[in-house]
Nanobody, 121 residues
Framework: QVQLVDSGGGLVQPGGSLRLSCAASGRIFRIYSMNWYRQAPGKRRELIATITSSNTTIYADSVKGRFTISIDNSNNQAYLQMNSLKPEDTAVYYC???????????????WGQGTQVTVSS
């Protein structure tokens, strides 16, 4: 079983920065890709950033140029550096991805608890 723990959220003023972390633990052979999602109140969860094992990154238009996703395969952690934050970035942020728990079996872990990001003056 693989578990995901999201952390690093908080209250920040518009224009500020935060760095979110995602720690994956359990039986992990290697991480194939990781994604960051967010869910604002009353809205659907949306995919905002992806990083693949080849370090290809893809961003939603709403965060492109402001957010940076990265991954540290040595300790199974993913990060989301968020700069120039706006009030509309307020949401609960979650990570998830495709993980090989053996050499040949890819899984998608259960969602973690998420981390709240609030952008407000």
């Amino acid at each position: 079983q693989v578990q995901l723990v999201d952390s690093g959220g908080g209250l920040v003023q518009p224009g500020g920065s935060l760095r979110l972390s995602c720690a994956a633990s359990g039986r992990i052979f290697r991480i194939y890709s990781m994604n960051w999602y967010r869910q604002a109140p009353g809205k659907r969860r949306e995919l905002i950033a992806t990083i693949t094992s080849s370090n290809t990154t893809i961003y939603a238009d709403s965060v492109k140029g402001r957010f940076t996703i990265s991954i540290d395969n040595s300790n199974n952690q993913a990060y989301l550096q968020m700069n120039s934050l706006k009030p509309e970035d307020t949401a609960v942020y979650y990570c998830n991805g495709e993980i090989f728990d053996t050499m040949t079996t890819m899984i998608r872990p259960p969602w973690g608890q998420g981390t709240q990001v609030t952008v407000s003056s």
